[in-house]
């Protein structure tokens, strides 16, 4: 069994057992992220606890915050029941087919990936919202699905399928804070 959560949009988790699913839930709050996640986790592992090999962490695009809620949880999940951790790009959990997905970044941004039978080939980009390129070449064709939510069991999938080991968070803006310039002056009156 495959454990997969996901906190890019939203918050996700799902149980895949071979090609069936076993659990899944959705919470579309983008900002309650640790509020959801626990009692998804405590619904997805009960009754299965000892039976999951891997879980997968959808590693982004997506909100600093939000992300790190996710793959922290994952992190945490993985090492309490002694199994592997794979990070894949969320993209991946919109569509088991070939798409180009896209997804809302905010500030009137949107990520957007390529993703071919369900794994991302290419990607992911970063676009203002109403200037997303179509893909070209061999992808020129194929439909875009603008998502609004990440199926943690589409994810699971694609870490089963084999699709390609993302390391590290995927953020596609620089840090909005800045390290400080050194000490503020302080005046008194």
Known sequence: MI????????????VVDGDAVVF??????TRR?????GGMLSRALEGRRDRIELVVAGMG???FTGLRVGIAAA??????LGVPCRGIASHAGVTDGTAQVTTDVRRRERAWSV???GAVADGPHLAPADAVPSPTGEHALVPRI????????????????GAREVQQALYLRDA??????GPKRVSQR
């Open 3 to 14: 454990l997969a959560i996901d906190t890019s949009l939203g918050t996700a988790v799902a």
């Open 24 to 29: 899944r839930e959705h919470a579309a709050d």
């Open 33 to 37: 992220h640790a509020e959801h996640l």
């Open 61 to 63: 695009p997506g909100a």
């Open 75 to 80: 992190r945490a999940v993985a090492l309490g």
């Open 115 to 117: 993703v071919v039978d």
């Open 146 to 161: 603008d998502a609004d939510a990440i199926d943690a069991a589409l994810l699971a999938g694609a870490a089963a399928r």
């Open 176 to 181: 909005d804070a800045t390290p400080s310039t």
